[in-house]
């Protein structure tokens, strides 16, 4: 049996940040993802957004590791020349009361370190994006997009110059704790052990916890899968921002807006309703939907847009539940040492990889 440090379930971009931060200050660690590649799952299917930190409560996880993962993410893709644009944000209202929700934000946003933020009336919105029909706007210009593959293969390299191992088509099936170490069995048969593991399996990652033989269900640590479709258009051109509508009140998803990619291209999306299982495949189910919320801020008809792509969201929040922040936590409380858990990484979980791969590394105990 292969004895080991460090175990990263999961090769999504937090593992990835994850192995490349314990890489550094430890001798023996090693990946299992159980794709046949990097970032299959939820890393490849989002937004690409690097959020700056504006919409969570703040002391909050999400708060403090978006803000710091965004200043960590800007400086390495700077350092690595990984394409990116800090393109900035405006994020709409549509009249005084939405005016009313932007003024929230701004407070919120600064009293969580976001800097240089302004509202901006309708002239100077025009003046910004002349296709944006907006009354007013907040203006983030801290927001910016990345090229989120790249940076995942680029992580990958890092990581392995700094002596991580990353073993693909290794599925996690079983984990036991026995005398302090973790056997970990695979679905070809092989076993490992390992004296941490770090739980960064993304979708899966509930199922991870309950493995080791924690009650995800008494714990309140149950994923619900919340999907979001994204659709493109080819008609619309020459956006230089993002632009959002002002989120959804009951803080499920931050509404269905634009996102122009790093050739200009524009996208619109995600929406968001809970599935029970994991499967990518779309319809036009939901094309009015998409109309009519697109249709407040920029004009499109029917045949401007066309199915794109979808993502799941790993949620801790029910359907009807309130907000539930990002789940990071080493176990000994709950009797499994060096067991870190990270569950419920949805947004803004690519924009704090950096910053979740420190905290993880904190809790890390000799
Ligand atoms: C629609 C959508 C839009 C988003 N937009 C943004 C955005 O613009 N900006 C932003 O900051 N965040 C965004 N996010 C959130 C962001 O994408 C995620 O927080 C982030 O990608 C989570 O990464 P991860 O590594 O935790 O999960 P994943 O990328 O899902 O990686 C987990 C990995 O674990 C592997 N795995 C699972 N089970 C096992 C097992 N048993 N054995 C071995 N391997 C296993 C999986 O195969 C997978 O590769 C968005 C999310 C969605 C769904």
Excluded: W
Aim: proline share 2%.
């Amino acid at each position: 049996m292969e004895q080991i440090d460090i175990l990263i379930i999961g090769a999504g971009v937090v593992g990835l940040a994850v192995a490349k931060e314990l890489s550094a200050k430890f001798e023996d660690v090693v990946v299992v993802e159980k794709e046949n590649s990097f970032g299959r799952h939820t890393s490849s299917r989002n937004s690409e957004v690097i959020h700056s930190g504006i919409y969570y409560p703040q002391g909050s996880l999400k708060a403090k590791l978006c803000v710091n993962g965004a200043i960590d993410l800007y400086q390495f893709v700077k350092q690595y020349s990984i394409p990116y644009k800090n393109c900035g944000k405006l994020i709409i209202a549509e009249d005084d009361e939405e005016l009313q929700v932007l003024k929230e934000l701004k407070l919120n946003g600064e009293r969580n370190g976001v800097n240089e933020l302004e509202i901006i009336d309708e002239e100077e919105c025009k003046a910004l994006e002349s296709q944006i029909i907006a009354k007013y706007a907040l203006k983030v210009p801290s927001t910016g997009i990345v090229d989120s593959h790249k940076l995942m293969r680029k992580i990958e390299i890092e990581s392995e110059k700094l002596g991580a191992f990353i073993v693909y088509d290794m599925e996690v099936i079983s984990i036991n704790y026995q005398n302090g170490k973790y056997i970990v069995t695979f679905v070809n048969g092989e076993k490992y052990q390992a004296s941490s593991v770090i739980n960064c399996a993304g979708l899966y990652s509930d199922k991870i916890a309950e493995m080791v033989g924690i009650d995800i269900e008494r714990e309140d640590l149950k994923l619900h899968f919340c999907k979001g479709e994204y659709y493109k258009s080819s008609k619309i051109k020459n956006i230089d921002h993002l632009v959002y509508p002002v989120p959804d009140p009951k803080g499920i998803f931050l509404g269905i807006h634009l996102t122009i990619n790093l050739q200009g291209e524009v996208r619109f999306g995600p929406n968001a309703y809970y599935v029970d299982t994991v499967n990518y495949e779309m319809n036009e189910k939901y094309k009015p939907e998409f109309l009519k919320a697109i249709n407040n801020y920029i004009k499109v008809n029917d045949k401007d847009i066309h199915l794109d792509d979808s993502g799941i969201r790993a949620k801790l929040q029910k359907e009807d539940g309130n907000f539930r922040d990002f789940y990071i936590k080493e176990e000994s409380e709950k009797g499994f040492r060096n067991f870190i858990n990270c569950i419920g990484i949805e947004s803004p979980g690519l924009t704090s990889c950096f910053a979740i791969a420190k905290e993880v590394s904190k809790q890390v105990k000799n």
